[in-house]
Nanobody, 121 residues
Framework: QVQLVESGGGLVQAGDSLRLSCEVSGRAFSTYTVAWFRQAPGKEREFVGVIRWSGVADSVKGRFTIARDNANNTMYLQMNNLKPEDTAVYYC??????????????????WGQGTQVTVSS
């Protein structure tokens, strides 16, 4: 099993950009599908993007780009033109040897502790 540690969150203004990182340790990162979710207060955890072990990526936000660096065991979420509604705790998640949509939290068995992103208007 891998361990996940997110970083890069903070307080920014609307229109700014942030890059979140998720460092993966413990096992070979290249065989894992990894994803970003976010959760705002009082709301359910929401899918943001996924990058499969094959390198194929999906993102629900055109302003967000997900990428992975297998050599450095790190996944990234580049967020541009941030909006106040992007305020949430952002989590990375991982799963290995699984085939599914990858869009739902229940499909992942390993989570990071989360990093807070706050966007002021």
């Amino acid at each position: 099993q891998v361990q996940l540690v997110e970083s890069g969150g903070g307080l920014v203004q609307a229109g700014d950009s942030l890059r979140l990182s998720c460092e993966v340790s413990g096992r070979a990162f290249s065989t894992y599908t990894v994803a970003w979710f976010r959760q705002a207060p009082g709301k359910e955890r929401e899918f943001v993007g996924v990058i499969r072990w094959s390198g194929v990526a999906d993102s629900v936000k055109g302003r967000f780009t997900i990428a992975r660096d297998n050599a450095n065991n790190t996944m990234y979420l580049q967020m541009n033109n941030l909006k106040p509604e992007d305020t949430a705790v952002y989590y990375c998640a991982a799963v290995e040897h699984y085939s599914g949509t990858y869009y739902y939290p229940d499909e992942y068995d390993t989570w990071g502790q989360g990093t807070q992103v706050t966007v002021s208007s």
